[in-house]
């Protein structure tokens, strides 16, 4: 079955560095997403990715994040300077149409130190 | 108010019995609905969709929506071990999927 395969599983950084997180979604889906999920808490909206542009971002996106497409196959998150809170499980997921369900990547653990 | 909200849990039922998890909605807008189950360390996986006023059974699941009181239920008849995890409700308007808080469920053998 197709999957949506992530890289890292766990990073662990110092605050202040540069983190890019890895995402191969399957590959007929059109619609890529970001969402966060720290410890304990809820699933988190942060992105969402089509046609090698943002549709839409939440309001933690802010311009500490960015998101890209550098190839075909390849959608990363970059986290410009890492901060103590944003230590969470980052799940990539894609659907072939945005109306569609959602399948999740394993997540990248990021534990910023 | 929180746009997807869910019964505070955890909820604990005998294995066997009927589990009942509920969620409301904000968005009126809101046009499709998703429950998945989240085992600890683990991301979301799909247990059912619904997208129309009703009810949907696959299996042992049944979604409930009902958009007029912006509400979506989702039964676990036969509860078995297995089903212990962490449901989510989601509610999606255009490309955003937004998640509640999640219930917990225990079943005990």
């Known amino acids: 079955e197709p999957e949506v395969t992530q890289t890292p599983s766990h990073q662990v950084t110092q605050m202040g560095q540069e983190v890019i997180l890895r995402c191969v979604p399957i590959?007929?889906?059109?619609?890529f997403y970001w969402y966060r999920q720290i410890l304990g808490q809820k699933v988190e909206f942060l992105v969402s990715f089509y046609n090698n542009e943002i549709s839409e971002k939440s309001e933690i996106f802010d311009d500490q994040f960015s998101v890209e497409r550098p190839d075909g196959s390849n959608f990363t998150l970059k986290i410009r300077s890492t901060k103590l809170e944003d230590s969470a499980m980052y799940f990539c997921a894609s659907n072939p149409s945005g109306a569609n369900v959602l399948t999740f990547g394993a997540g990248s653990r990021l534990t910023v130190l | 108010q929180k746009e997807v909200e869910q019964n505070s849990g955890p909820l604990s039922v005998p294995e066997g019995a009927i589990a009942s998890l509920n969620c409301t909605y904000s968005?009126?807008?809101?046009?499709?609905f998703f429950w998945y189950r989240q085992y600890s360390g683990k991301s979301p996986e799909l247990i059912m969709s619904?997208?129309?006023?009703g009810d949907k059974e696959d299996g042992r699941f049944t979604a409930q929506l009902n958009k007029a009181s912006q509400y979506v239920s989702l039964l676990i008849r036969d509860s078995q071990p297995s089903d212990s995890a962490t449901y989510l409700c989601?509610?999606?308007?255009?490309?955003?999927?937004?998640f509640g808080d999640g219930t917990t469920l225990t079943v005990k053998p």
């Open positions: 989601a509610v999606k308007r255009a490309g955003k999927s937004t």
């Open positions: 619904i997208y129309s006023n």
């Open positions: 968005d009126r807008v809101s046009q499709s």
């Open positions: 590959s007929n889906h059109l619609y």
